[in-house]
Structure formats: C-alpha cells, structure tokens
C-alpha cells in the first residue's frame, strides 16, 4: 500500500532539515527562501519494534517494514495560491499526498531568519492554512465554471455534482476547511476526482527549541506533534547502536521522528499485519477494517480472487511459543475466514488458489 505525506510550510521553519533527518537523504538545506525548488521524495522506513521481535523467532533470510512517502515541497508565503514564491508550482507536488504535514516554527534562532521577521506559530499556521484554501477556492471556481454550464442540459450526474461543488465552494469561501464537511459515500466517489488540499488529513508539527514551553496552538482537533528538529538532527548523525541510548539519556520513549511517522499512520487510519517465515519476515499497511481476502490482496492483487482462508496470531503469542510449529500444537493459530477483519499486529499465512 503505498502512502505519502506532503510537507508544507513558510521558508526557514525546519521543513527541508527534517525531510533531510526523516530520509537521510543529503538534500539541500540553506537558510533563504525557495532554496527547495523541485520536490525532495523520500522513502521512510516505518519503525516497528514488533518486526524484529518476529525475526527473532523465524530467523529469515530478509526483514522488511513498512514505508512511507514524503515529499518536501518550497516554502510557502503569503499569497502562494496566487502564485507568489511559485506557490502554485509548489502546490500542485502536494496533490497526490494521502496527508499533510504542515510544520510551523516555535524556535528562536538570530542566524535563521523568518520570512515575516517575526515568530508567532499561530499566524504561521492560519497563513499556510488559509493558502490552501484558496488553491482549492480557485480549483473549485473553475470546475464549477464548467459545470453551471453543463448542468442546463439537464443530466442528473452533472447537476447532483454541481451542487456538490457549490457546498464545497461556500464552506472554502467562509475560510474552512473541506475536512470538516461530511459527505456520503456517493458524493465522496466525485469528491475524490477533486484532488483538494484541505479535505487531506493533517498533522501539526511545532518545530521547537529547549526553552519551549506551554500550548501555542490550544483547541486543536487535529494531532500537534512537538518537536526539537534541531536536536532530531544531532541523534540521526549518531551511529544506530548510539541512538536508542541517546534518546534514554534525554527522557525521552522515543525519538520525535518516529513519533511523527507512527502519528501519520494513526492519522491515515492505518494499521500493520506481519508474515513471517525463513524467507522474510515482513510487515504490511492496510487500513483498519480490512477483511482477510483484501488483507491478502496488500500482499498480491490475485490474493484477493483466490483466497481460501487465513491462519492468524497475535504477534504477542507468536513471540511467546517461540516457532510456528509450538504455536500450533498448542492450537492458538486460528484459522479465519472471508468475513475475518484483521487487527493491528496479526501474524497471518494466507491459502489461496493460484
């Protein structure tokens, strides 16, 4: 399943130096506006403390997580929907993203400079939120543009899509976001065709300094991720073996990167199932919900048509038989059906018709 996040927000808040920490990718950090041009995509392992517990066991030949997506557009400023800095350009590389991550700056650094010569997180946030708005406003404007037209001819289609867009166009032109309208199932099949930026799930990251302290953005719905960028960077250059110590020495669970991407999923609704055996010991995305026969479909497409059943554990009990072979002796795999919903940490082996 693939998924990808979008990275958004004004010049010099930590966008390109966190894309560079999330991926490792090098990519070009400098300290004036527009410095990220094209897109920077970055592949990100999802951390799962779970993979190598089962890897433990079945001691395969390879292990293999999840990913994620990111894709680091330019800074935006003021009146990017309109075009200024390229915004339009930049926009337009976010499209196809399952989310948004929009990081705002909370920290104070004289070498760094604001595009607004100031830092307040609050204007940040509505100046990023309310571009995006008015890209989808002008999206909006023009499909509604052709289909006031189209409608006079009287197809169903056509005028119940028409009034579908002038909802969209009156809740835009209020200044809100389309994540907080509802639609049913039949209005969602259009929706979707419109590629908008604000019906996209969104995180919140507030790119903070050691002397941060209280709640810069209260009453938020949606998730507000805190974290250190800067100090993000310093535990990524340590060795692997370094960093989970690092990160004990610091108070903290874990490091901010990885809350940010287990965040993403939560966000997208998502959750992991694992095969393993001596070949590879891999994890898989599906969303939550997923019955057996499309759970087997994430793995390969014919899986879907050729699905027989499913043998299912929980990683938990796996880990604790230590092999399959005791597993099943002590007959806690189960044996599930098309209607099985699969559950977040589920070890399954699929039988299916080839």
């Given amino acids: 399943m693939s998924l990808s996040i979008g990275i958004v927000g004004l010049p010099n ?3 390109s130096t966190l ?3 999330l991926t490792k990718k090098g990519v070009e950090a400098a300290n004036y ?7 920077n995509v970055g592949v990100v392992k999802v951390p799962d403390f779970r993979l190598n517990k089962l890897a433990a066991i079945s ?12 894709v680091d557009i330019a800074g935006l400023v003021a009146g990017a929907s309109k075009g200024e800095g390229l915004g339009n350009q930049f926009l337009a590389h976010i499209r196809e993203c399952d989310a948004i991550c929009e990081v705002i700056r909370d920290f104070k ?10 830092v307040n997180p609050k204007e940040d946030k ?10 989808d406003l002008a999206t909006i404007e023009k499909r509604l543009d052709k289909t006031r037209r189209e409608a006079k001819s009287g197809d169903k289609e056509i005028i119940a899509n028409n009034k579908i867009l002038e909802k969209i166009y009156e809740h835009l032109a209020a200044g809100r976001a389309i994540r907080e309208l509802t639609f049913d199932d039949e209005e969602m099949v259009f929706v979707k065709t419109l590629n908008l930026l604000t019906i996209k799930p969104i995180i919140y990251l507030l790119n903070i300094d050691e002397g941060h302290s209280g709640d810069v953005l209260p009453g938020m719905k949606e998730p507000v991720i805190k974290i250190n960028v ?4 310093e535990i990524t250059n340590l060795p692997e073996t370094e960093q989970a110590e690092y990160i004990k020495e610091l108070g903290l669970e874990q490091s901010g990167l990885d809350k940010l991407i287990q965040n993403a999923y939560k966000t997208l609704g998502l959750e992991t199932f694992f095969t393993t055996g001596a070949d590879e010991t891999r994890a898989w995305t599906v969303k939550i919900g997923t019955k057996a026969p499309s759970a087997a479909g994430a793995i390969h497409t014919d899986f879907i048509k050729g699905f027989i059943r499913a043998e299912v554990i929980n990683w938990e009990k796996f880990v604790e038989c230590g092999s399959e072979a005791k597993a099943k002796e002590l007959g ?7 209607d099985y919903v699969f559950q977040d940490g589920d070890v399954a082996n699929f039988l299916v018709n080839r």
């Fill in 13 to 15: 808040v930590g966008k």
């Fill in 19 to 21: 894309f560079n920490i």
């Fill in 33 to 39: 506006p527009f410095c990220t041009i094209d897109p």
């Fill in 59 to 70: 001691k395969p030949a390879k292990v293999i997580p999840t990913t994620i997506e990111f």
């Fill in 109 to 118: 650094d004289e070498n760094v400079v604001h595009v607004e010569g100031r």
């Fill in 126 to 135: 509505e100046t990023i939120n309310i571009e995006l708005i008015f890209a």
């Fill in 230 to 233: 800067k100090l993000e960077e």
């Fill in 332 to 338: 806690l795999i189960r044996t599930e059906g098309k």
